[in-house]
């Protein structure tokens, strides 16, 4: 084995190609070694990363990416696919804002051929991909890899149903990291599996098909059934050759001497879909990952020696916590009270609800349309459900919302984290849609928290809500350190605040933007424009009284808002054209996420750039008034 640090001589693939079959577990070290350095010094997702290793090293080494078009869904176990395929240089700005993104991006990279930060999208995409090469004439390779958790995604199935019935040549590898099919066992498994992926193999079963076909009918059904029960008397996988698929494995997915030649055969196959189960272990390779419960997932910077993360002393309680506690304290009062996740129970929270009340908490899996109208459900038995899922993901549900929730009016209690922008995980897991999306919808109630009691207090509002769906936003990370109230109180439905009395100017917020709201106020007090601030509260039912005395009292107003155009400043416009204020003078802007998909960065540097801070806010009031706020400061007059 060479002792020359082969990861330097390797830029793209092309290089690790050059490489002798014997060097690759040294190249595979150093590429683990230098994935662990880089994510204690970014942070980001770790254990998928090192649990596919080999199988990235192996890929690359078979296949001849790009052209040959490899598809990793979600794209989180991606970082050592990037260091390989020329972007070692810049892998230390892993989420940073203007650095790498945490997936795979398409216009980061030509060995990113598909986009992917929401899980099992991969076969679908790579189906269309081998479609279009065969539309084409072209004769390349496309390999989706999709962890088996993934495949609790109701589209990943139907994916597989499609590429089974179509028949095209196509290459799903199964990285199964929780044992949750079966092992590999052994040296016969390990023969089984180079056996069954070999040309000469997938010859035979060809022809034994096709001359099954010149028997009778009765016969034919006959032959297949004992070449299949032949096969699956050996081997597992029988669910997807049902659906058409050739099935190889299980293989050991960290032993070269495995999967080279089973990637080889199934490179040189011709004719349908093939899947390859692979088993890896999360973590593999680093023991501090490897003994952690979540096999370190995602994690914040940390010491490469000991594991130990570093993590800031927190100012206040997350809003994620604070939604936790609020829930099992409501859920300590009534019964009726369910929660569901849709595979995040850490990330919403939902892991302390189970841990309480392990009964009435359901993860359903990577199968947010499932959870919905699972929920549905319940809700029309009577129970109270709370479907905690993160804003973005929520729209891969829509339309269980809509026709399953919100058409026949059942209370279902959505709670939507991660709304507004999030930093580091970029434009795919920002939550900037769900105003605009659920607004649209009638019956619906939607409220945004401004700081963390107002959370408890619109938790406790959801629970009463018995008579139509809801919709609870916040973002995440830390509140605003406030004193906490014992338990929430209910609201009354569609009715804000005024938090600061003031004249002339109006700033009307819904969500956390308040705070920036309150400063943006206090800079105007300072140049002589005492502001009123108001916290909506809802979104929807829209307190109409609020906003006319807002306009009505104001010359200038401004909405806040984190979300997209078509949210909760386009209610206000409507209502107030509707009743005839745009024709009396009044002043109205409108602030939210600016209509482009934000890049990754740090969530108080992107606010500032969308112009939701306060600086932003103070420049919007100046403009409206048409005034030049540097010459305010000056002392003078626009």
Same mark, same amino acid.
């Given at each position: 084995m060479s002792q020359t640090p082969l990861l330097d001589t390797v830029k793209i693939p092309a290089d690790l190609r050059k490489l002798p079959e014997s060097d690759l577990p040294q190249f595979a070290a150093e590429l683990r070694h230098e994935t662990i350095d880089a994510v204690s010094v970014t942070g980001g997702h770790l254990g998928a990363g090192l649990g596919v290793i080999e199988l990235t090293v192996a890929l690359h080494w078979v296949f001849d990416t790009p052209r040959d078009r490899l598809i990793w869904d979600v794209g989180h176990q991606a970082y050592p696919h990037k260091i390989i395929t020329g972007r070692r240089d810049r892998i230390r700005t892993l989420r940073q804002a203007g650095g790498l993104s945490g997936f795979t991006k398409r216009d980061e990279s030509e060995y990113d051929p598909f986009g992917a930060a929401h899980s099992s999208t991969s076969i679908?995409?790579?189906?269309?991909?081998?479609?279009?090469?065969? /539309?084409?004439?072209?004769?390349?390779?496309?390999i989706a890899v999709i962890g088996d958790g993934a495949m609790s995604a109701g589209m990943a199935y139907e994916a597989i149903n499609n590429a089974g019935a179509r028949d095209e040549r196509l290459i799903v590898i199964l990285n199964d990291n929780d044992m949750s099919i079966a092992p590999p066992t052994g040296a016969l498994a390990a023969y089984l599996a180079r056996a069954t992926s070999s040309g000469t193999y997938l010859h035979l079963r060809d022809y034994a098909k096709q001359l099954a076909k010149m028997l009778p009918k009765k016969w034919e059904r006959r032959a297949a059934r004992v070449e299949e029960y032949t096969r699956h008397l050996w081997?597992?996988?029988q669910w997807f050759e049902e659906l058409g698929f050739y099935y190889v494995g299980p293989i050991d997915g960290h032993d070269f001497n495995q999967l080279l030649p089973v990637l080889k055969n199934v490179r040189d196959a011709k004719g349908g879909p093939i899947l390859v189960h692979v088993v890896t272990k999360k973590g593999k390779g680093y023991a501090p990952a490897e003994?952690?419960?979540?096999?370190? &997932?995602?994690?914040?910077?940390?010491?490469?020696?000991?594991?130990? @993360? +570093?993590?800031?002393?927190?100012?206040?309680?997350?809003?994620?916590?604070?939604?936790?506690?609020?829930?099992?304290?409501?859920? *300590?009062?009534?019964?009726?009270?369910v929660a569901i996740t849709a595979a995040m129970?850490?990330?919403?929270?939902?892991?302390?609800?189970?841990?309480?009340?392990? *009964?009435?908490?359901?993860?359903?899996?990577?199968?947010?349309? &499932?959870?919905?109208?699972?929920?549905?459900?319940?809700?029309?038995?009577?129970?109270?459900?709370?479907?905690?899922?993160?804003?973005?993901? /929520?729209?891969?549900?829509?339309? @269980? +919302?809509? &026709?399953?929730? #919100?058409? @026949?009016?059942?209370?279902?209690?959505?709670?939507?984290?991660r709304a507004g922008l999030v930093g580091a995980d970029g434009a795919t897991h920002a939550g900037s849609f769900d105003i605009a999306f659920l607004g649209c919808l009638p019956g619906f109630v939607i409220m945004a928290a401004a700081d963390e009691a107002e959370l408890m207090h619109m938790v406790a509002t959801q629970v009463a809500i018995d008579d139509r769906p809801s919709a609870l936003r916040y973002p995440r990370g830390e509140g605003v350190g406030i004193d906490l109230p014992k338990e929430g109180v209910a609201l009354d439905i569609g009715k804000g605040r005024i938090v600061r009395q003031g004249s002339k100017v109006?700033?009307?917020?819904?969500?956390?933007?308040?705070? *920036?709201?309150?400063?943006? #106020?206090?800079?105007?007090?300072?140049?002589?424009?005492?502001?009123?601030?108001?916290?909506?509260?809802?979104?929807?039912?829209?307190?109409?009284?609020?906003?006319?005395?807002?306009?009505?009292? &104001?010359?200038v107003l401004v909405t806040v808002e984190e979300g997209s155009v078509g949210g909760f400043g386009s209610y206000v416009l409507h209502y107030l054209s509707d009743e005839g204020f745009l024709d009396h003078g009044l002043k109205v802007r409108t602030k939210v996420l600016p209509d482009v998909f934000i890049d990754h960065g740090k969530p108080e540097t992107m606010y500032e750039a969308a112009g939701l801070a306060a600086d932003g806010i103070v420049a919007t009031v100046f403009k409206a008034l048409g005034r030049d706020k540097l010459t305010n400061e000056l002392g003078g007059s626009a």
């Open positions: 679908s995409a790579a189906l269309g991909m081998s479609v279009a090469r065969d /539309l084409k004439g072209g004769d390349n390779n496309v081997q597992g996988g003994a952690s419960d979540d096999k370190y &997932h995602g994690v914040s910077k940390f010491n490469v020696v000991t594991g130990a @993360q +570093v993590k800031p002393k927190p100012n206040a309680p997350t809003y994620t916590r604070v939604f936790a506690d609020s829930l099992v304290q409501a859920g *300590e009062k009534d019964d009726k009270i129970p850490d990330g919403t929270g939902l892991d302390l609800f189970a841990k309480r009340f392990p *009964e009435r908490t359901f993860d359903v899996g990577i199968a947010e349309q &499932h959870a919905v109208t699972f929920a549905a459900g319940l809700a029309t038995e009577g129970f109270k459900p709370f479907a905690a899922i993160y804003s973005t993901f /929520l729209q891969r549900a829509y339309d @269980q +919302v809509v &026709h399953d929730v #919100a058409i @026949q009016r059942l209370p279902v209690r959505f709670a939507l984290d109006a700033l009307l917020s819904l969500g956390t933007r308040l705070a *920036e709201c309150l400063r943006a #106020a206090d800079q105007l007090a300072s140049f002589g424009l005492p502001a009123t601030v108001a916290d909506a509260r809802f979104a929807k039912p829209l307190d109409t009284n609020l906003v006319r005395e807002l306009a009505q009292n &104001h010359e």
